[in-house]
C-alpha cells in the first residue's frame, strides 16, 4: 500500500480533477463524509463542494495552501474499490482529519487500484492540522490499518531469502527490490530501508556464505528453457514500458518492462522476468527469479535475450491460426459484418434466435469489462469477449458461445462511445455536413423528472418506424412522452439520468447538406451524391427557474422570446406538429442516415424491432 500526498492550494482544484475523471467514467464518486447540507443531496456540483470546502477553511488567515490531495494505491488489484474507500475512512481518522469534510473518489484508469481524497487541512476551530513528519506518519497509519507491521515483515522476508540460491550479490539484493525495498551495500553490511526507514541490516558475511553454497540447478535450467519455449509460441514476447501512475502524460516516469509472456509465465509457474534497463531505453538484460524452486537466474544461462524477447514464433502460429470459425448471429446485418471481418477464416455462420437472458448478460459483461478493470482488453480477455469492428460499426463476439452480434443492441449509445475509444478501436467519423439553414420558430421548452427513454419503434408500434422516446412527469403531476430521433443524443450528451429534474428544449430544425453513398446492385459503394435533408435538434438541460413550466419560443423580429404558457391542447399539438415533421423525415431517408451514418434505405419494408 502506498500514500501519495498531491500539490496543496487553496482553490481545491483537487474536487475539478477527480469529478473530471468521473465524467469520463474514469472514476467513481465512493463517499464524502462530513459535507453539511450537501450530504445525502443528488447531482451536487464540483463548485458547491469546493465552495463548502473555501467556506470551511475561511477561518484561518494565516495558512495559504488549505487543500489535502492524496493518494492511496494498492498493488494491482490487491484492493477493491470498497475495500480501499474504508482503508480511506481509517486513515482520515489515525491522522487527525476524520472530523473534517472530505470526499473519496476511486480510480480505474491506471494499472493499481486507488483513491483520491480531497479535504481541508484545517479544522473546524480554524487551526491547521498537525502535518510534521506527514510522511512517515501516514505510512505507519496506513500499516496499522492493514495490520502490517513493516519490521516485523522484513524480518520473515530476509529469512525467506535465504532459502533461495543465488549466484551474485545483485541478485540477492534483487529480491528485496521486488519488494518495494531500497537497497545499498557495502564490504560489510547489505542495509534494507522501506519508507524512509532502514528496516534491516543484513551481513555481507551472510550474503556472501549463501553465494558459495548456492549451486547451479542444470536440470531446472533446461526445464525453464523447455517452459519458455513452449509459452513463447502462445504469447506476446514484446516489450512495453511500465509508467509510473500520472495525472500528467507528459511527464510520467518509466519504472520497468513487461509484457505478456512475462505475464504468463508469472501467473502459470510463479517465475518473476525482471527486465534490466534505463529510463525507458530498450532493456539490455533480464533475471529470472522462480520462486517455485527457490532460484534466482541471470537471463543469458536460460536464453539470450534477443531470443527470449524474439516474437517470430508467435505471429507465425498467429498467422498460420487457420481454423475455420464458426459463428451464430441472428441478422442478416451480423452475416454481412462477419464476412467482412473474418474473411477466408470464416466458417460456417449458424442463424438462431438469440435468448433475451443472453443479450442481458452480454450486456453486464460489457459493463463489466469497462469500468471494473484496470483496462477494457484484460475485462474482455477475463469475460471471454472480443470486440471487432468491419469500419462500419462494433461488434461483439461471444467466444464461449460464439455468438456475434452488433454492440449498439447491448449498448447504450454513450457506453457504446466509450467501449470503442477505451478499446483503442477506429469508428467511422461522422460525414462532413453544411448547415444550409435553420428554422427555430417552433423551438419549445417542457421542463419535467425524466421517468423512462429509450429506443423503440415509434408509439410502440410493431411496424413503426425506429424512433427514440422520452417521458417527462411534467409540474402538474400529468406525464408527457415526446418521440424523436435525435433524442438519444441529446441524452447521452446530457448525462442526466431517470429521477432528474431537466428541460427538454426543441431548438427547431436544420437543414443540412451531407454526402450520401450511392450503391451499386451487389451493395458496394460506387460514389457519393450530395443530398440535403432535415433534421430535428433536441436538448436537455438543466431547468431555467426564470421562465414558465412549458413555453413557446418563436421567432419575433426582435428575436426569440418566452410567449405564455401554453394550453395542454396547444402544447399536444405543438407536440403531434413537431413529430409529424420527424416522421416524414424518416420517411425521406433512413435513422441511421439522420445520425449521420448516411446510408440508403435498402429494405423500406424492414421492421426493426430492436
Known sequence: MVVKFLNSNSSFNGVSYNTNKMEKDKGELMKT???????????????????????????????????????????????????????????????????????????NDTANNHVHIVSSRINSEGKKINDSFEYKRAMAAIQKIIKNDVAYSTIAQVQKSFDYSISTVAQFKLLFEQQGYSVSYNDKDMTLRKYDDIQQIIPMEKVNS????????????LQLKSIINKYKGRSDASISVVYEPSKFEDV??????????????????????????????????????????????????????????????YKSR??????????TVDGFKEKEASARIFGERLGRVFFAAIPKEKMALINVILKSALHEFNSVSEGLSRHKIELVTDNQGLYVLDKSSNIMIDAKRVLSTSDYALMARRSGLKL????????????????????????????????????????????????????KMVWGIDLERAVAESGYQVGDTVQLNYKGFNEVQIQVPVKDAQGNTTHYEEKVVKRNDWEISEPDERSNSNSYQGNTSEGAVSQPVMSSHDESALLDAIQNFELSIANDIDDEQINGRNRRRVRKSRVNTR
Open 33 to 107: 463524509e462530513n459535507f453539511g447540507y450537501l450530504q445525502g443531496i443528488p447531482n451536487v456540483m464540483p463548485e458547491e463542494y469546493k465552495n463548502y470546502l473555501r467556506a470551511h477553511s475561511s477561518t484561518n488567515f494565516v495558512v495559504q495552501d488549505k487543500q489535502l490531495h492524496l493518494v492511496l494505491s494498492g498493488e494491482g488489484r490487491e484492493y477493491n474499490k470498497h475495500q480501499l474507500t474504508d482503508m480511506a475512512d481509517a486513515f482520515m481518522k489515525e491522522m487527525g482529519y476524520g472530523k473534517n469534510p472530505y470526499m473519496v473518489v476511486f480510480h
Open 252 to 313: 510520467k516516469k518509466p519504472i520497468g518492462y513487461t509484457s505478456d509472456l512475462a505475464k504468463v509465465l508469472k501467473e502459470k509457474f510463479g517465475l518473476d522476468i525482471v527486465y534490466h534497463g534505463k529510463k525507458g531505453l530498450p532493456p539490455y538484460g533480464y533475471s529470472i527469479i522462480d520462486h517455485a524452486n527457490k532460484a534466482v537466474y541471470k537471463g543469458g544461462e536460460i536464453m539470450p535475450l534477443k531470443e527470449f524477447i524474439d516474437n517470430s514464433n
Open 210 to 221: 549463501l553465494i558459495a553454497e548456492s549451486k547451479k540447478d542444470n536440470t531446472r535450467i
Open 428 to 479: 467511422p467519423q461522422k460525414e462532413k455536413e453544411v448547415i444550409l439553414n435553420t428554422d427555430n420558430s417552433k423551438a419549445y421548452s417542457l421542463k419535467g423528472i425524466l421517468k423512462n427513454h429509450g429506443a423503440a419503434n415509434y408509439q410502440f408500434d410493431k411496424d413503426g418506424k425506429p424512433s427514440y422516446f422520452i417521458e417527462l412527469l411534467k409540474p402538474d403531476g400529468t406525464l
Open 318 to 327: 498467429t498467422i498460420q491460426d487457420t481454423e475455420p470459425i464458426q459463428i
